[in-house]
């Protein structure tokens, strides 16, 4: 995850500097052979601004930090040069910046769109197959304080279990080949993972297969389709009991 994480900061700084080098060799080829100091600030901030997105992605407080103090400077910029003259372009940006600027400095203001942040970063690992439910649940672990692994097959989780040993696991019960129960069972047969908190997550919510879960070591049971805030909620009287 750490190496995942250290690449990925180093794609997202490649990234800004192309896209700013890009950009100037685009006008000049175009003909523009005199760029305005307004242009290279421009540029200049929002490559910045391009690094602390990818930071943030990576769980970085400084990234947070440098996107406000750049949305702020871009709205000091836009404030100046169009300030004269209403022009609904640069207002849209103005707004724009405000509102990233709110967002990223005030924490009441996330809390209202994401809900209460956990106490500390946790280590989440999802076990399901469902690519789409993956990318629609990581998000919302990520905004509460989460990194979050995954794993699309049991065999692949039970590893990534052992070797990176997260705070909790959650666990789909229908997995190809090596199932969800047997999962469960291997991880609390392991010493590694046997103390791992494990919350399945199925679509059939019946008392029998309920039953099944607990017998197989489960701390508790979600219902597919996934509510966020019973998610956030489960996770949080597992972790943060009281």
Request: proline share 4%; glycine share 6%; hydrophobic share 50%.
């Amino acid at each position: 995850m750490l190496k995942k994480i250290y690449d990925l900061k180093i794609i997202g700084t490649g990234l800004a500097v192309l896209y700013a080098t890009s950009l100037l060799v685009f006008m000049r080829f175009a003909g523009v052979t005199e760029l305005p100091l307004r242009t290279y600030i421009y540029i200049g901030i929002f490559g910045v601004m391009f690094i602390g997105a990818i930071a943030v992605i990576s769980l970085k407080e400084w990234g947070r930090q440098l996107i406000v103090v750049m949305s702020a400077l871009m709205c000091v910029v836009l404030f100046s040069k169009y300030i004269p003259r209403i022009d609904i372009v640069p207002v849209a940006y103005i707004c724009m910046n405000i509102v990233v600027f709110l967002y990223f400095s005030q924490s009441g203001i996330r809390m209202y769109f994401h809900g209460k942040k956990f106490k500390k970063w946790y280590s989440l690992l999802v076990i399901d197959d469902d690519e789409i439910l993956i990318k629609t649940i990581r998000p919302i672990l990520i905004t509460h304080g989460c990194s979050v692994l995954t794993a699309g097959t049991g065999e692949e989780g039970l590893q990534i279990a052992i070797s990176q040993k997260p705070d909790m696991i959650i666990l789909d019960v229908f997995l190809p080949k090596m199932k969800g129960r047997e999962v469960c069972k291997a991880l609390k047969a392991n010493e590694a993972t046997k103390s791992i908190p494990v919350v399945f997550m199925t679509a059939k919510d019946s008392d029998e297969d309920i039953r099944a879960e607990r017998e197989a070591g489960a701390a508790a049971h979600l219902t597919k389709p996934l509510q966020p805030k019973r998610l956030i909620s489960t996770i949080r009287a597992i972790l943060e009991p009281g």
